[in-house]
């Protein structure tokens, strides 16, 4: 495979379109809904994604975290496939990408959108670098349910309603739950080498015995914000219904993943990231169905 393909992680960037697949479902009914906006700030979430890649694969390689003994996919520094000047120039470009094509969303939504913006582009870059990264210090799961969920669903949303709403916020937290979940089975399955380098994960410092439990409620609790959200009125019925057909999956991912661990968990990482489009992809028909 071309090493810039495997630099950009295609089994994360699902992370990506799900949860502003479910944002802009929420807004078409409204008469200002802009295909337009939908479309650039998909783009805009895509290269924010692979950024967040290019930046974990240069500064984990920088710091010594990957090394010969990594169990997950291939790291396009490490192996010497790319020179970590390559990938961290591609991603000053994805960032710059991103910005430039951002610029338009921030044009369009005001200054709640270029804080967004801002704190995006820092958390791409703080995740695995800066004084604080945030992987190293047991927030990964946070970042990506900040981020690629409520950062996400209800930006998206706020951009083509210019408001939030219940419906954008408890979508939001199902989906960076999702998100979570994919962090989490990334860090679980990188135990060793993490504890090995020093990389305080939240996997590492909770156990991958605990790390199993927490991984069966990030995958179920989304289930039970929508029925719950659902029962106090802030969604309909029909979304719910066949969003809920995708908790089978979930229930086979949980499966697996409590007797799965080490590299065997690499497909299980890429399933997890399906689940968010499957359960965003479900949602979404589901909305259009009624309107």
């Known amino acids: 495979m071309n090493p810039w393909i495997l630099a950009t992680r295609p089994r994360t960037l699902p992370a990506a379109i799900g949860p502003l697949l479910v944002g802009n479902a929420l807004a078409l009914h409204l008469?200002?809904?802009s295909w337009l906006v939908a479309a650039v700030s998909m783009l805009c979430a895509l290269l924010l994604q692979i950024a967040v890649n290019l930046a974990n694969d240069y500064f984990d390689f920088k710091s010594g975290v990957d090394t010969e003994e990594r169990l997950g996919p291939v790291r396009v520094t490490q192996s010497g496939l790319l020179s970590p000047e390559k990938v961290r120039n591609a991603m000053g470009?994805?960032?710059?990408?991103?910005?430039?094509?951002?610029?338009?969303?921030?044009?369009h939504g005001g200054w709640p959108i270029a804080i967004l913006a801002a704190a995006s582009v820092l958390g791409a870059l703080g995740y695995s670098g800066g004084p604080y990264p945030?992987?190293?210090h047991g927030l990964g799961e946070v970042a990506a349910f900040i981020f690629f969920g409520l950062v996400a669903v209800v930006g998206s949303y706020f951009l083509q309603a210019g408001?939030?709403?219940g419906a954008a916020w408890l979508l939001g937290s199902a989906i960076g739950l999702f998100n979570?979940?994919?962090?989490?089975?990334?860090?679980?399955r990188d135990i060793p080498t993490d504890t090995k380098a020093g990389k305080h994960t939240l996997a590492v410092k909770i156990g991958e015995g605990q790390a199993r439990v927490?991984?069966?409620?990030?995958?179920y609790l989304p289930f039970a914000l929508i029925i719950g959200g659902f029962f106090l009125g802030f969604l309909p019925g029909m979304p719910v219904l066949l969003a809920g057909l995708s908790i089978i999956l979930a229930r086979k991912l949980h499966s697996e993943f409590s007797q799965t661990s080490g590299e065997a968990l690499n497909p299980?990482?890429?399933?997890?990231?399906?689940?968010?489009v499957i359960f965003s992809a479900l949602f979404s028909a589901g909305l259009i169905a009624i309107q």
Do not use: E, P
């Open 31 to 33: 008469d200002q809904f």
């Open 180 to 188: 979570a979940a994919v962090m989490l089975v990334n860090n679980t």
């Open 134 to 136: 945030l992987a190293s």
């Open 93 to 107: 470009l994805c960032l710059i990408l991103a910005l430039t094509v951002g610029s338009y969303l921030i044009y």
């Open 268 to 276: 299980l990482l890429g399933r997890t990231a399906k689940l968010t």
């Open 163 to 165: 408001d939030t709403s």
């Open 214 to 219: 927490l991984y069966q409620a990030l995958v």
